[in-house]
C-alpha cells in the first residue's frame, strides 16, 4: 500500500473532496435552489479546481460522467449508500465492489460507517472486505465515520466525534470523514484521538462564506487536514471563488477573513 501521502487525493499533506453523492443520499431537494446542478458533469468542472484533491460520487455517476474529466479529476468512489426513502435503523447498502471501482479508474474509496446503528457490526465487516481489498489496489479508503441509531441522542457531541475518529483509526481507515464537533479545543481532541491518520471535517449544509470559512479556519487550526464538501461549494452561485478561498485556508493556513479579502 503506498503512503497516503503519496496519493494523488492529498495535496501538500491536506484533503480537499468534492462530493457528489447527495442524490441518492439526500434525494433531488439538494438541488431544488440550483437546479442546473442536477446534471453531474456541472459539478466535475467544478472539481477541476486545483484546490479539489478528490472527487466523491457513486458508481453510475462514476460510469457515466468520470471518462470525460479522468485526466482533471481524481475519482474518489463511493462504495455504500442508501436513499434518505430508507426509514429504518441506519444502515448503507453496499453498491460497489473494489475491482470495479479500481476497473472504472478509482484513485481512492469512501465507504459509511454508522457507528452505534443496530446494523454496525454488518457495516463494520463489510468495511473490513473493503479496506482489505482496496489494499490490494493501492487504493486508500475514507471512512466516513458517521455515529447514529435509535441509542443516539446527539450525532455532533464532542466526545461523539472523538469516537468516530477513533473508531475509524482502530478499523484502517486512511482518512475519516466526520461531523464538527462545535469548537476548535473539541475538533482537536478528535484529531488526537485518530493518531496519525487524516481527520477532514464533513461539511453539511450551506452557510454563508465567512461561517463556513471561519469553521474551516478552526479545524485547520485544530490539526485536522482538510475537508470534504459538496452543499457548501456547488449550491453556490459561483462555486469557484469560495474554492478560492478554501484553497488559501487550506493549503496556505490563511484566515477566514484574509481568504475573503483575497
Known amino acids: 500500500m503506498i503512503p497516503i501521502d503519496d496519493s494523488p487525493i492529498v495535496r501538500d499533506g491536506k484533503v480537499l473532496i468534492l462530493a457528489m453523492d447527495h442524490g441518492l443520499e439526500h434525494g433531488p431537494v439538494d438541488f431544488e435552489d440550483v437546479p442546473e446542478k442536477l446534471d453531474p458533469s456541472t459539478v466535475f468542472e467544478t472539481a477541476t479546481h486545483d484546490a479539489?484533491?478528490?472527487?466523491?460520487?457513486?458508481?453510475?455517476?462514476?460510469?457515466?460522467?468520470?471518462?470525460?474529466?479522468?485526466?482533471?479529476?481524481?475519482?474518489?468512489?463511493?462504495i455504500n449508500g442508501t436513499s434518505n426513502l430508507w426509514m429504518g435503523e441506519p444502515d448503507s447498502a453496499v453498491n460497489c465492489s473494489v475491482d470495479y471501482a479500481a476497473e472504472?479508474?478509482?484513485?481512492?474509496?469512501?465507504?459509511?460507517v454508522y457507528g452505534g446503528s443496530n446494523n454496525e457490526i454488518e457495516m463494520v465487516e463489510e468495511f473490513r472486505d473493503v479496506q482489505e481489498a482496496g489494499r490490494d489496489h493501492d487504493l486508500p479508503t475514507v471512512m466516513w465515520s458517521y455515529p447514529r441509531g435509535q441509542g443516539l441522542k446527539n450525532d455532533t457531541k464532542p466526545s461523539t466525534i472523538s469516537y468516530a475518529t477513533r473508531l475509524a483509526l482502530e478499523l484502517g481507515a486512511d482518512v475519516a470523514k466526520v461531523?464538527?464537533?462545535?469548537?476548535?479545543?473539541?475538533?482537536?481532541?478528535?484529531?488526537?484521538?485518530?493518531?496519525?491518520m487524516k481527520?477532514?471535517?464533513?461539511g453539511g449544509s450551506k452557510t454563508s462564506d465567512y461561517e463556513f470559512l471561519s469553521t474551516v479556519e478552526a479545524v485547520m487550526d485544530a490539526g485536522a487536514k482538510g475537508l470534504a464538501v459538496g452543499r457548501n461549494v456547488w449550491q453556490r452561485e459561483d462555486p469557484t471563488h469560495l474554492l478560492d478561498a478554501?484553497?488559501?485556508?487550506?493549503?496556505?493556513?490563511?484566515?477566514a477573513d484574509a481568504a475573503l479579502d483575497e
Open 179 to 196: 461531523k464538527y464537533p462545535g469548537s476548535k479545543e473539541a475538533m482537536a481532541h478528535a484529531v488526537d484521538c485518530a493518531g496519525d
Open 52 to 78: 479539489v484533491t478528490a472527487m466523491a460520487v457513486q458508481k453510475g455517476i462514476a460510469e457515466g460522467y468520470y471518462p470525460s474529466y479522468e485526466d482533471d479529476v481524481n475519482l474518489l468512489l463511493k
Open 246 to 255: 478554501l484553497e488559501t485556508v487550506i493549503y496556505e493556513g490563511a484566515t
Open 199 to 202: 481527520v477532514v471535517m464533513s
Open 104 to 112: 472504472l479508474g478509482a484513485d481512492a474509496l469512501g465507504f459509511t
